[in-house]
């Protein structure tokens, strides 16, 4: 396990130099940073002072040394618009985009299972066929169009009843989707402090409300693709011969679909969840614009049409953090699924 966690340390350093390197090369690309500070008021001598006092001057070699320099003693700059350490920024957006993609991973996870299953053992069933032409359709729309039908249905309102409005329920369900009360577009609501600069919505009933249209959005494009890995991975364990001898023994079905099929066909989802799971904070981007979700996506497209060049490449650098510390974190789950697996890439 040390063996395994020092490789992987290295990994990480190779990784994050390399991203650390595109990051900055692409910032001579991203627009002139002087032009958004000062306007137009400033005269071309001024800033030409101004580029020499922030070192934008430099040869690349000399600006990258600096920086890598600064941010391992964790200085990232500090953003032209915020007029903050660019890490302080990041971190007070950060909240906000792990609630969505934790809220998103919790429905992926209580929806795919079941679902991936249930379409494994009745494949022809009308259930089943609706599942997988659903799926179809959800990989092939744009998270962005998901979002914005979203709104159009459950946010604006809508004129007809969805439900029987003769039962309790049903009137306050109507009630919900009405357009006096339907769902927020866009928002984190109330919000709870917790610790530092982290404040959640996840503790109060209007920041979980408005957590509802921006997670199901974010699911809808990562969800079809796990149903559809579970079913394929099951039906195939479902065919193996020790599945084919838990049946002759006479165990429960339930016992052999979820406790012996569905353990083995979770190396490969936890593969592709963990880096899925990077994906989905690249996918936030569009989420958070939609519905102005003050995360580190809108944060990001903002500093863009800024040219705050300090925060995006803190930001560039804060999701290779999160890949790599996901892809660890998968390679140790991979040894509590199948013991079988050694980290350190010995035989078993």
Request: charged share 15%.
């Amino acid at each position: 396990m040390i063996a395994f966690l020092i490789k992987r340390l290295m990994h990480a350093v190779l990784v994050m130099f390399v991203i650390s390197i595109i990051s900055f090369a692409i910032q001579d690309n991203l627009g002139d940073p002087l032009r958004e500070m000062t306007g137009q008021a400033v005269s071309e001598a001024q800033r030409e002072v101004m580029r020499d006092e922030m070192g934008l001057n430099d040869p690349f070699i000399t600006q990258y040394l600096r920086f890598a320099g600064n941010a391992l003693q964790g200085d990232l700059g500090t953003s032209y618009f915020y007029k903050q350490p660019a890490t302080e920024v990041i971190l007070r957006h950060l909240p906000a985009t792990l609630e969505l993609v934790m809220a998103s991973s919790l429905i992926i996870i209580l929806l795919s299972a079941p679902i991936g299953v249930f379409a494994a053992i009745r494949p022809r069933n009308w259930l089943s066929r609706l599942f997988m032409g659903t799926s179809i359709i959800g990989i092939s729309v744009p998270v962005f169009l998901t979002a914005i039908l979203l709104i159009q249905v459950f946010a604006i309102g809508v004129t007809v009843d969805w439900f029987p409005s003769d039962t309790q329920w049903g009137s306050i369900l109507n009630g919900m989707l009405s357009t006096d009360g339907g769902m927020p577009s866009y928002g984190r609501g109330e919000l709870t402090h917790v610790a530092g600069s982290w404040s959640s919505g996840f503790f109060t009933a209007d920041g979980l409300w408005h957590l509802v249209l921006p997670a199901i959005s974010l699911a809808s494009i990562m969800l079809p693709l796990f149903i559809r890995l579970i079913r394929a991975e099951m039906m195939e364990v479902l065919q193996s011969d020790y599945i084919k001898f838990a049946r002759a023994k006479g165990l429960g079905l339930g016992r052999i679909y979820f406790l012996h099929a569905l353990k083995n066909t979770m190396l490969p989802v936890i593969t592709v969840g963990g880096v899925q799971i990077g994906t989905m904070v690249a996918y936030t981007i569009l989420t958070e614009t939609v519905f102005q979700w003050p995360g580190m996506g809108l944060m990001f497209l903002e500093a863009i049409t800024r040219s705050d060049i300090p925060l995006i490449v803190a930001y560039l650098m804060m999701v290779g953090v999160i890949f790599v510390v996901t892809n660890t974190l998968v390679d140790l789950i991979y040894g509590l699924v199948n013991p079988t697996v050694k980290l350190a890439g010995k035989p078993a």
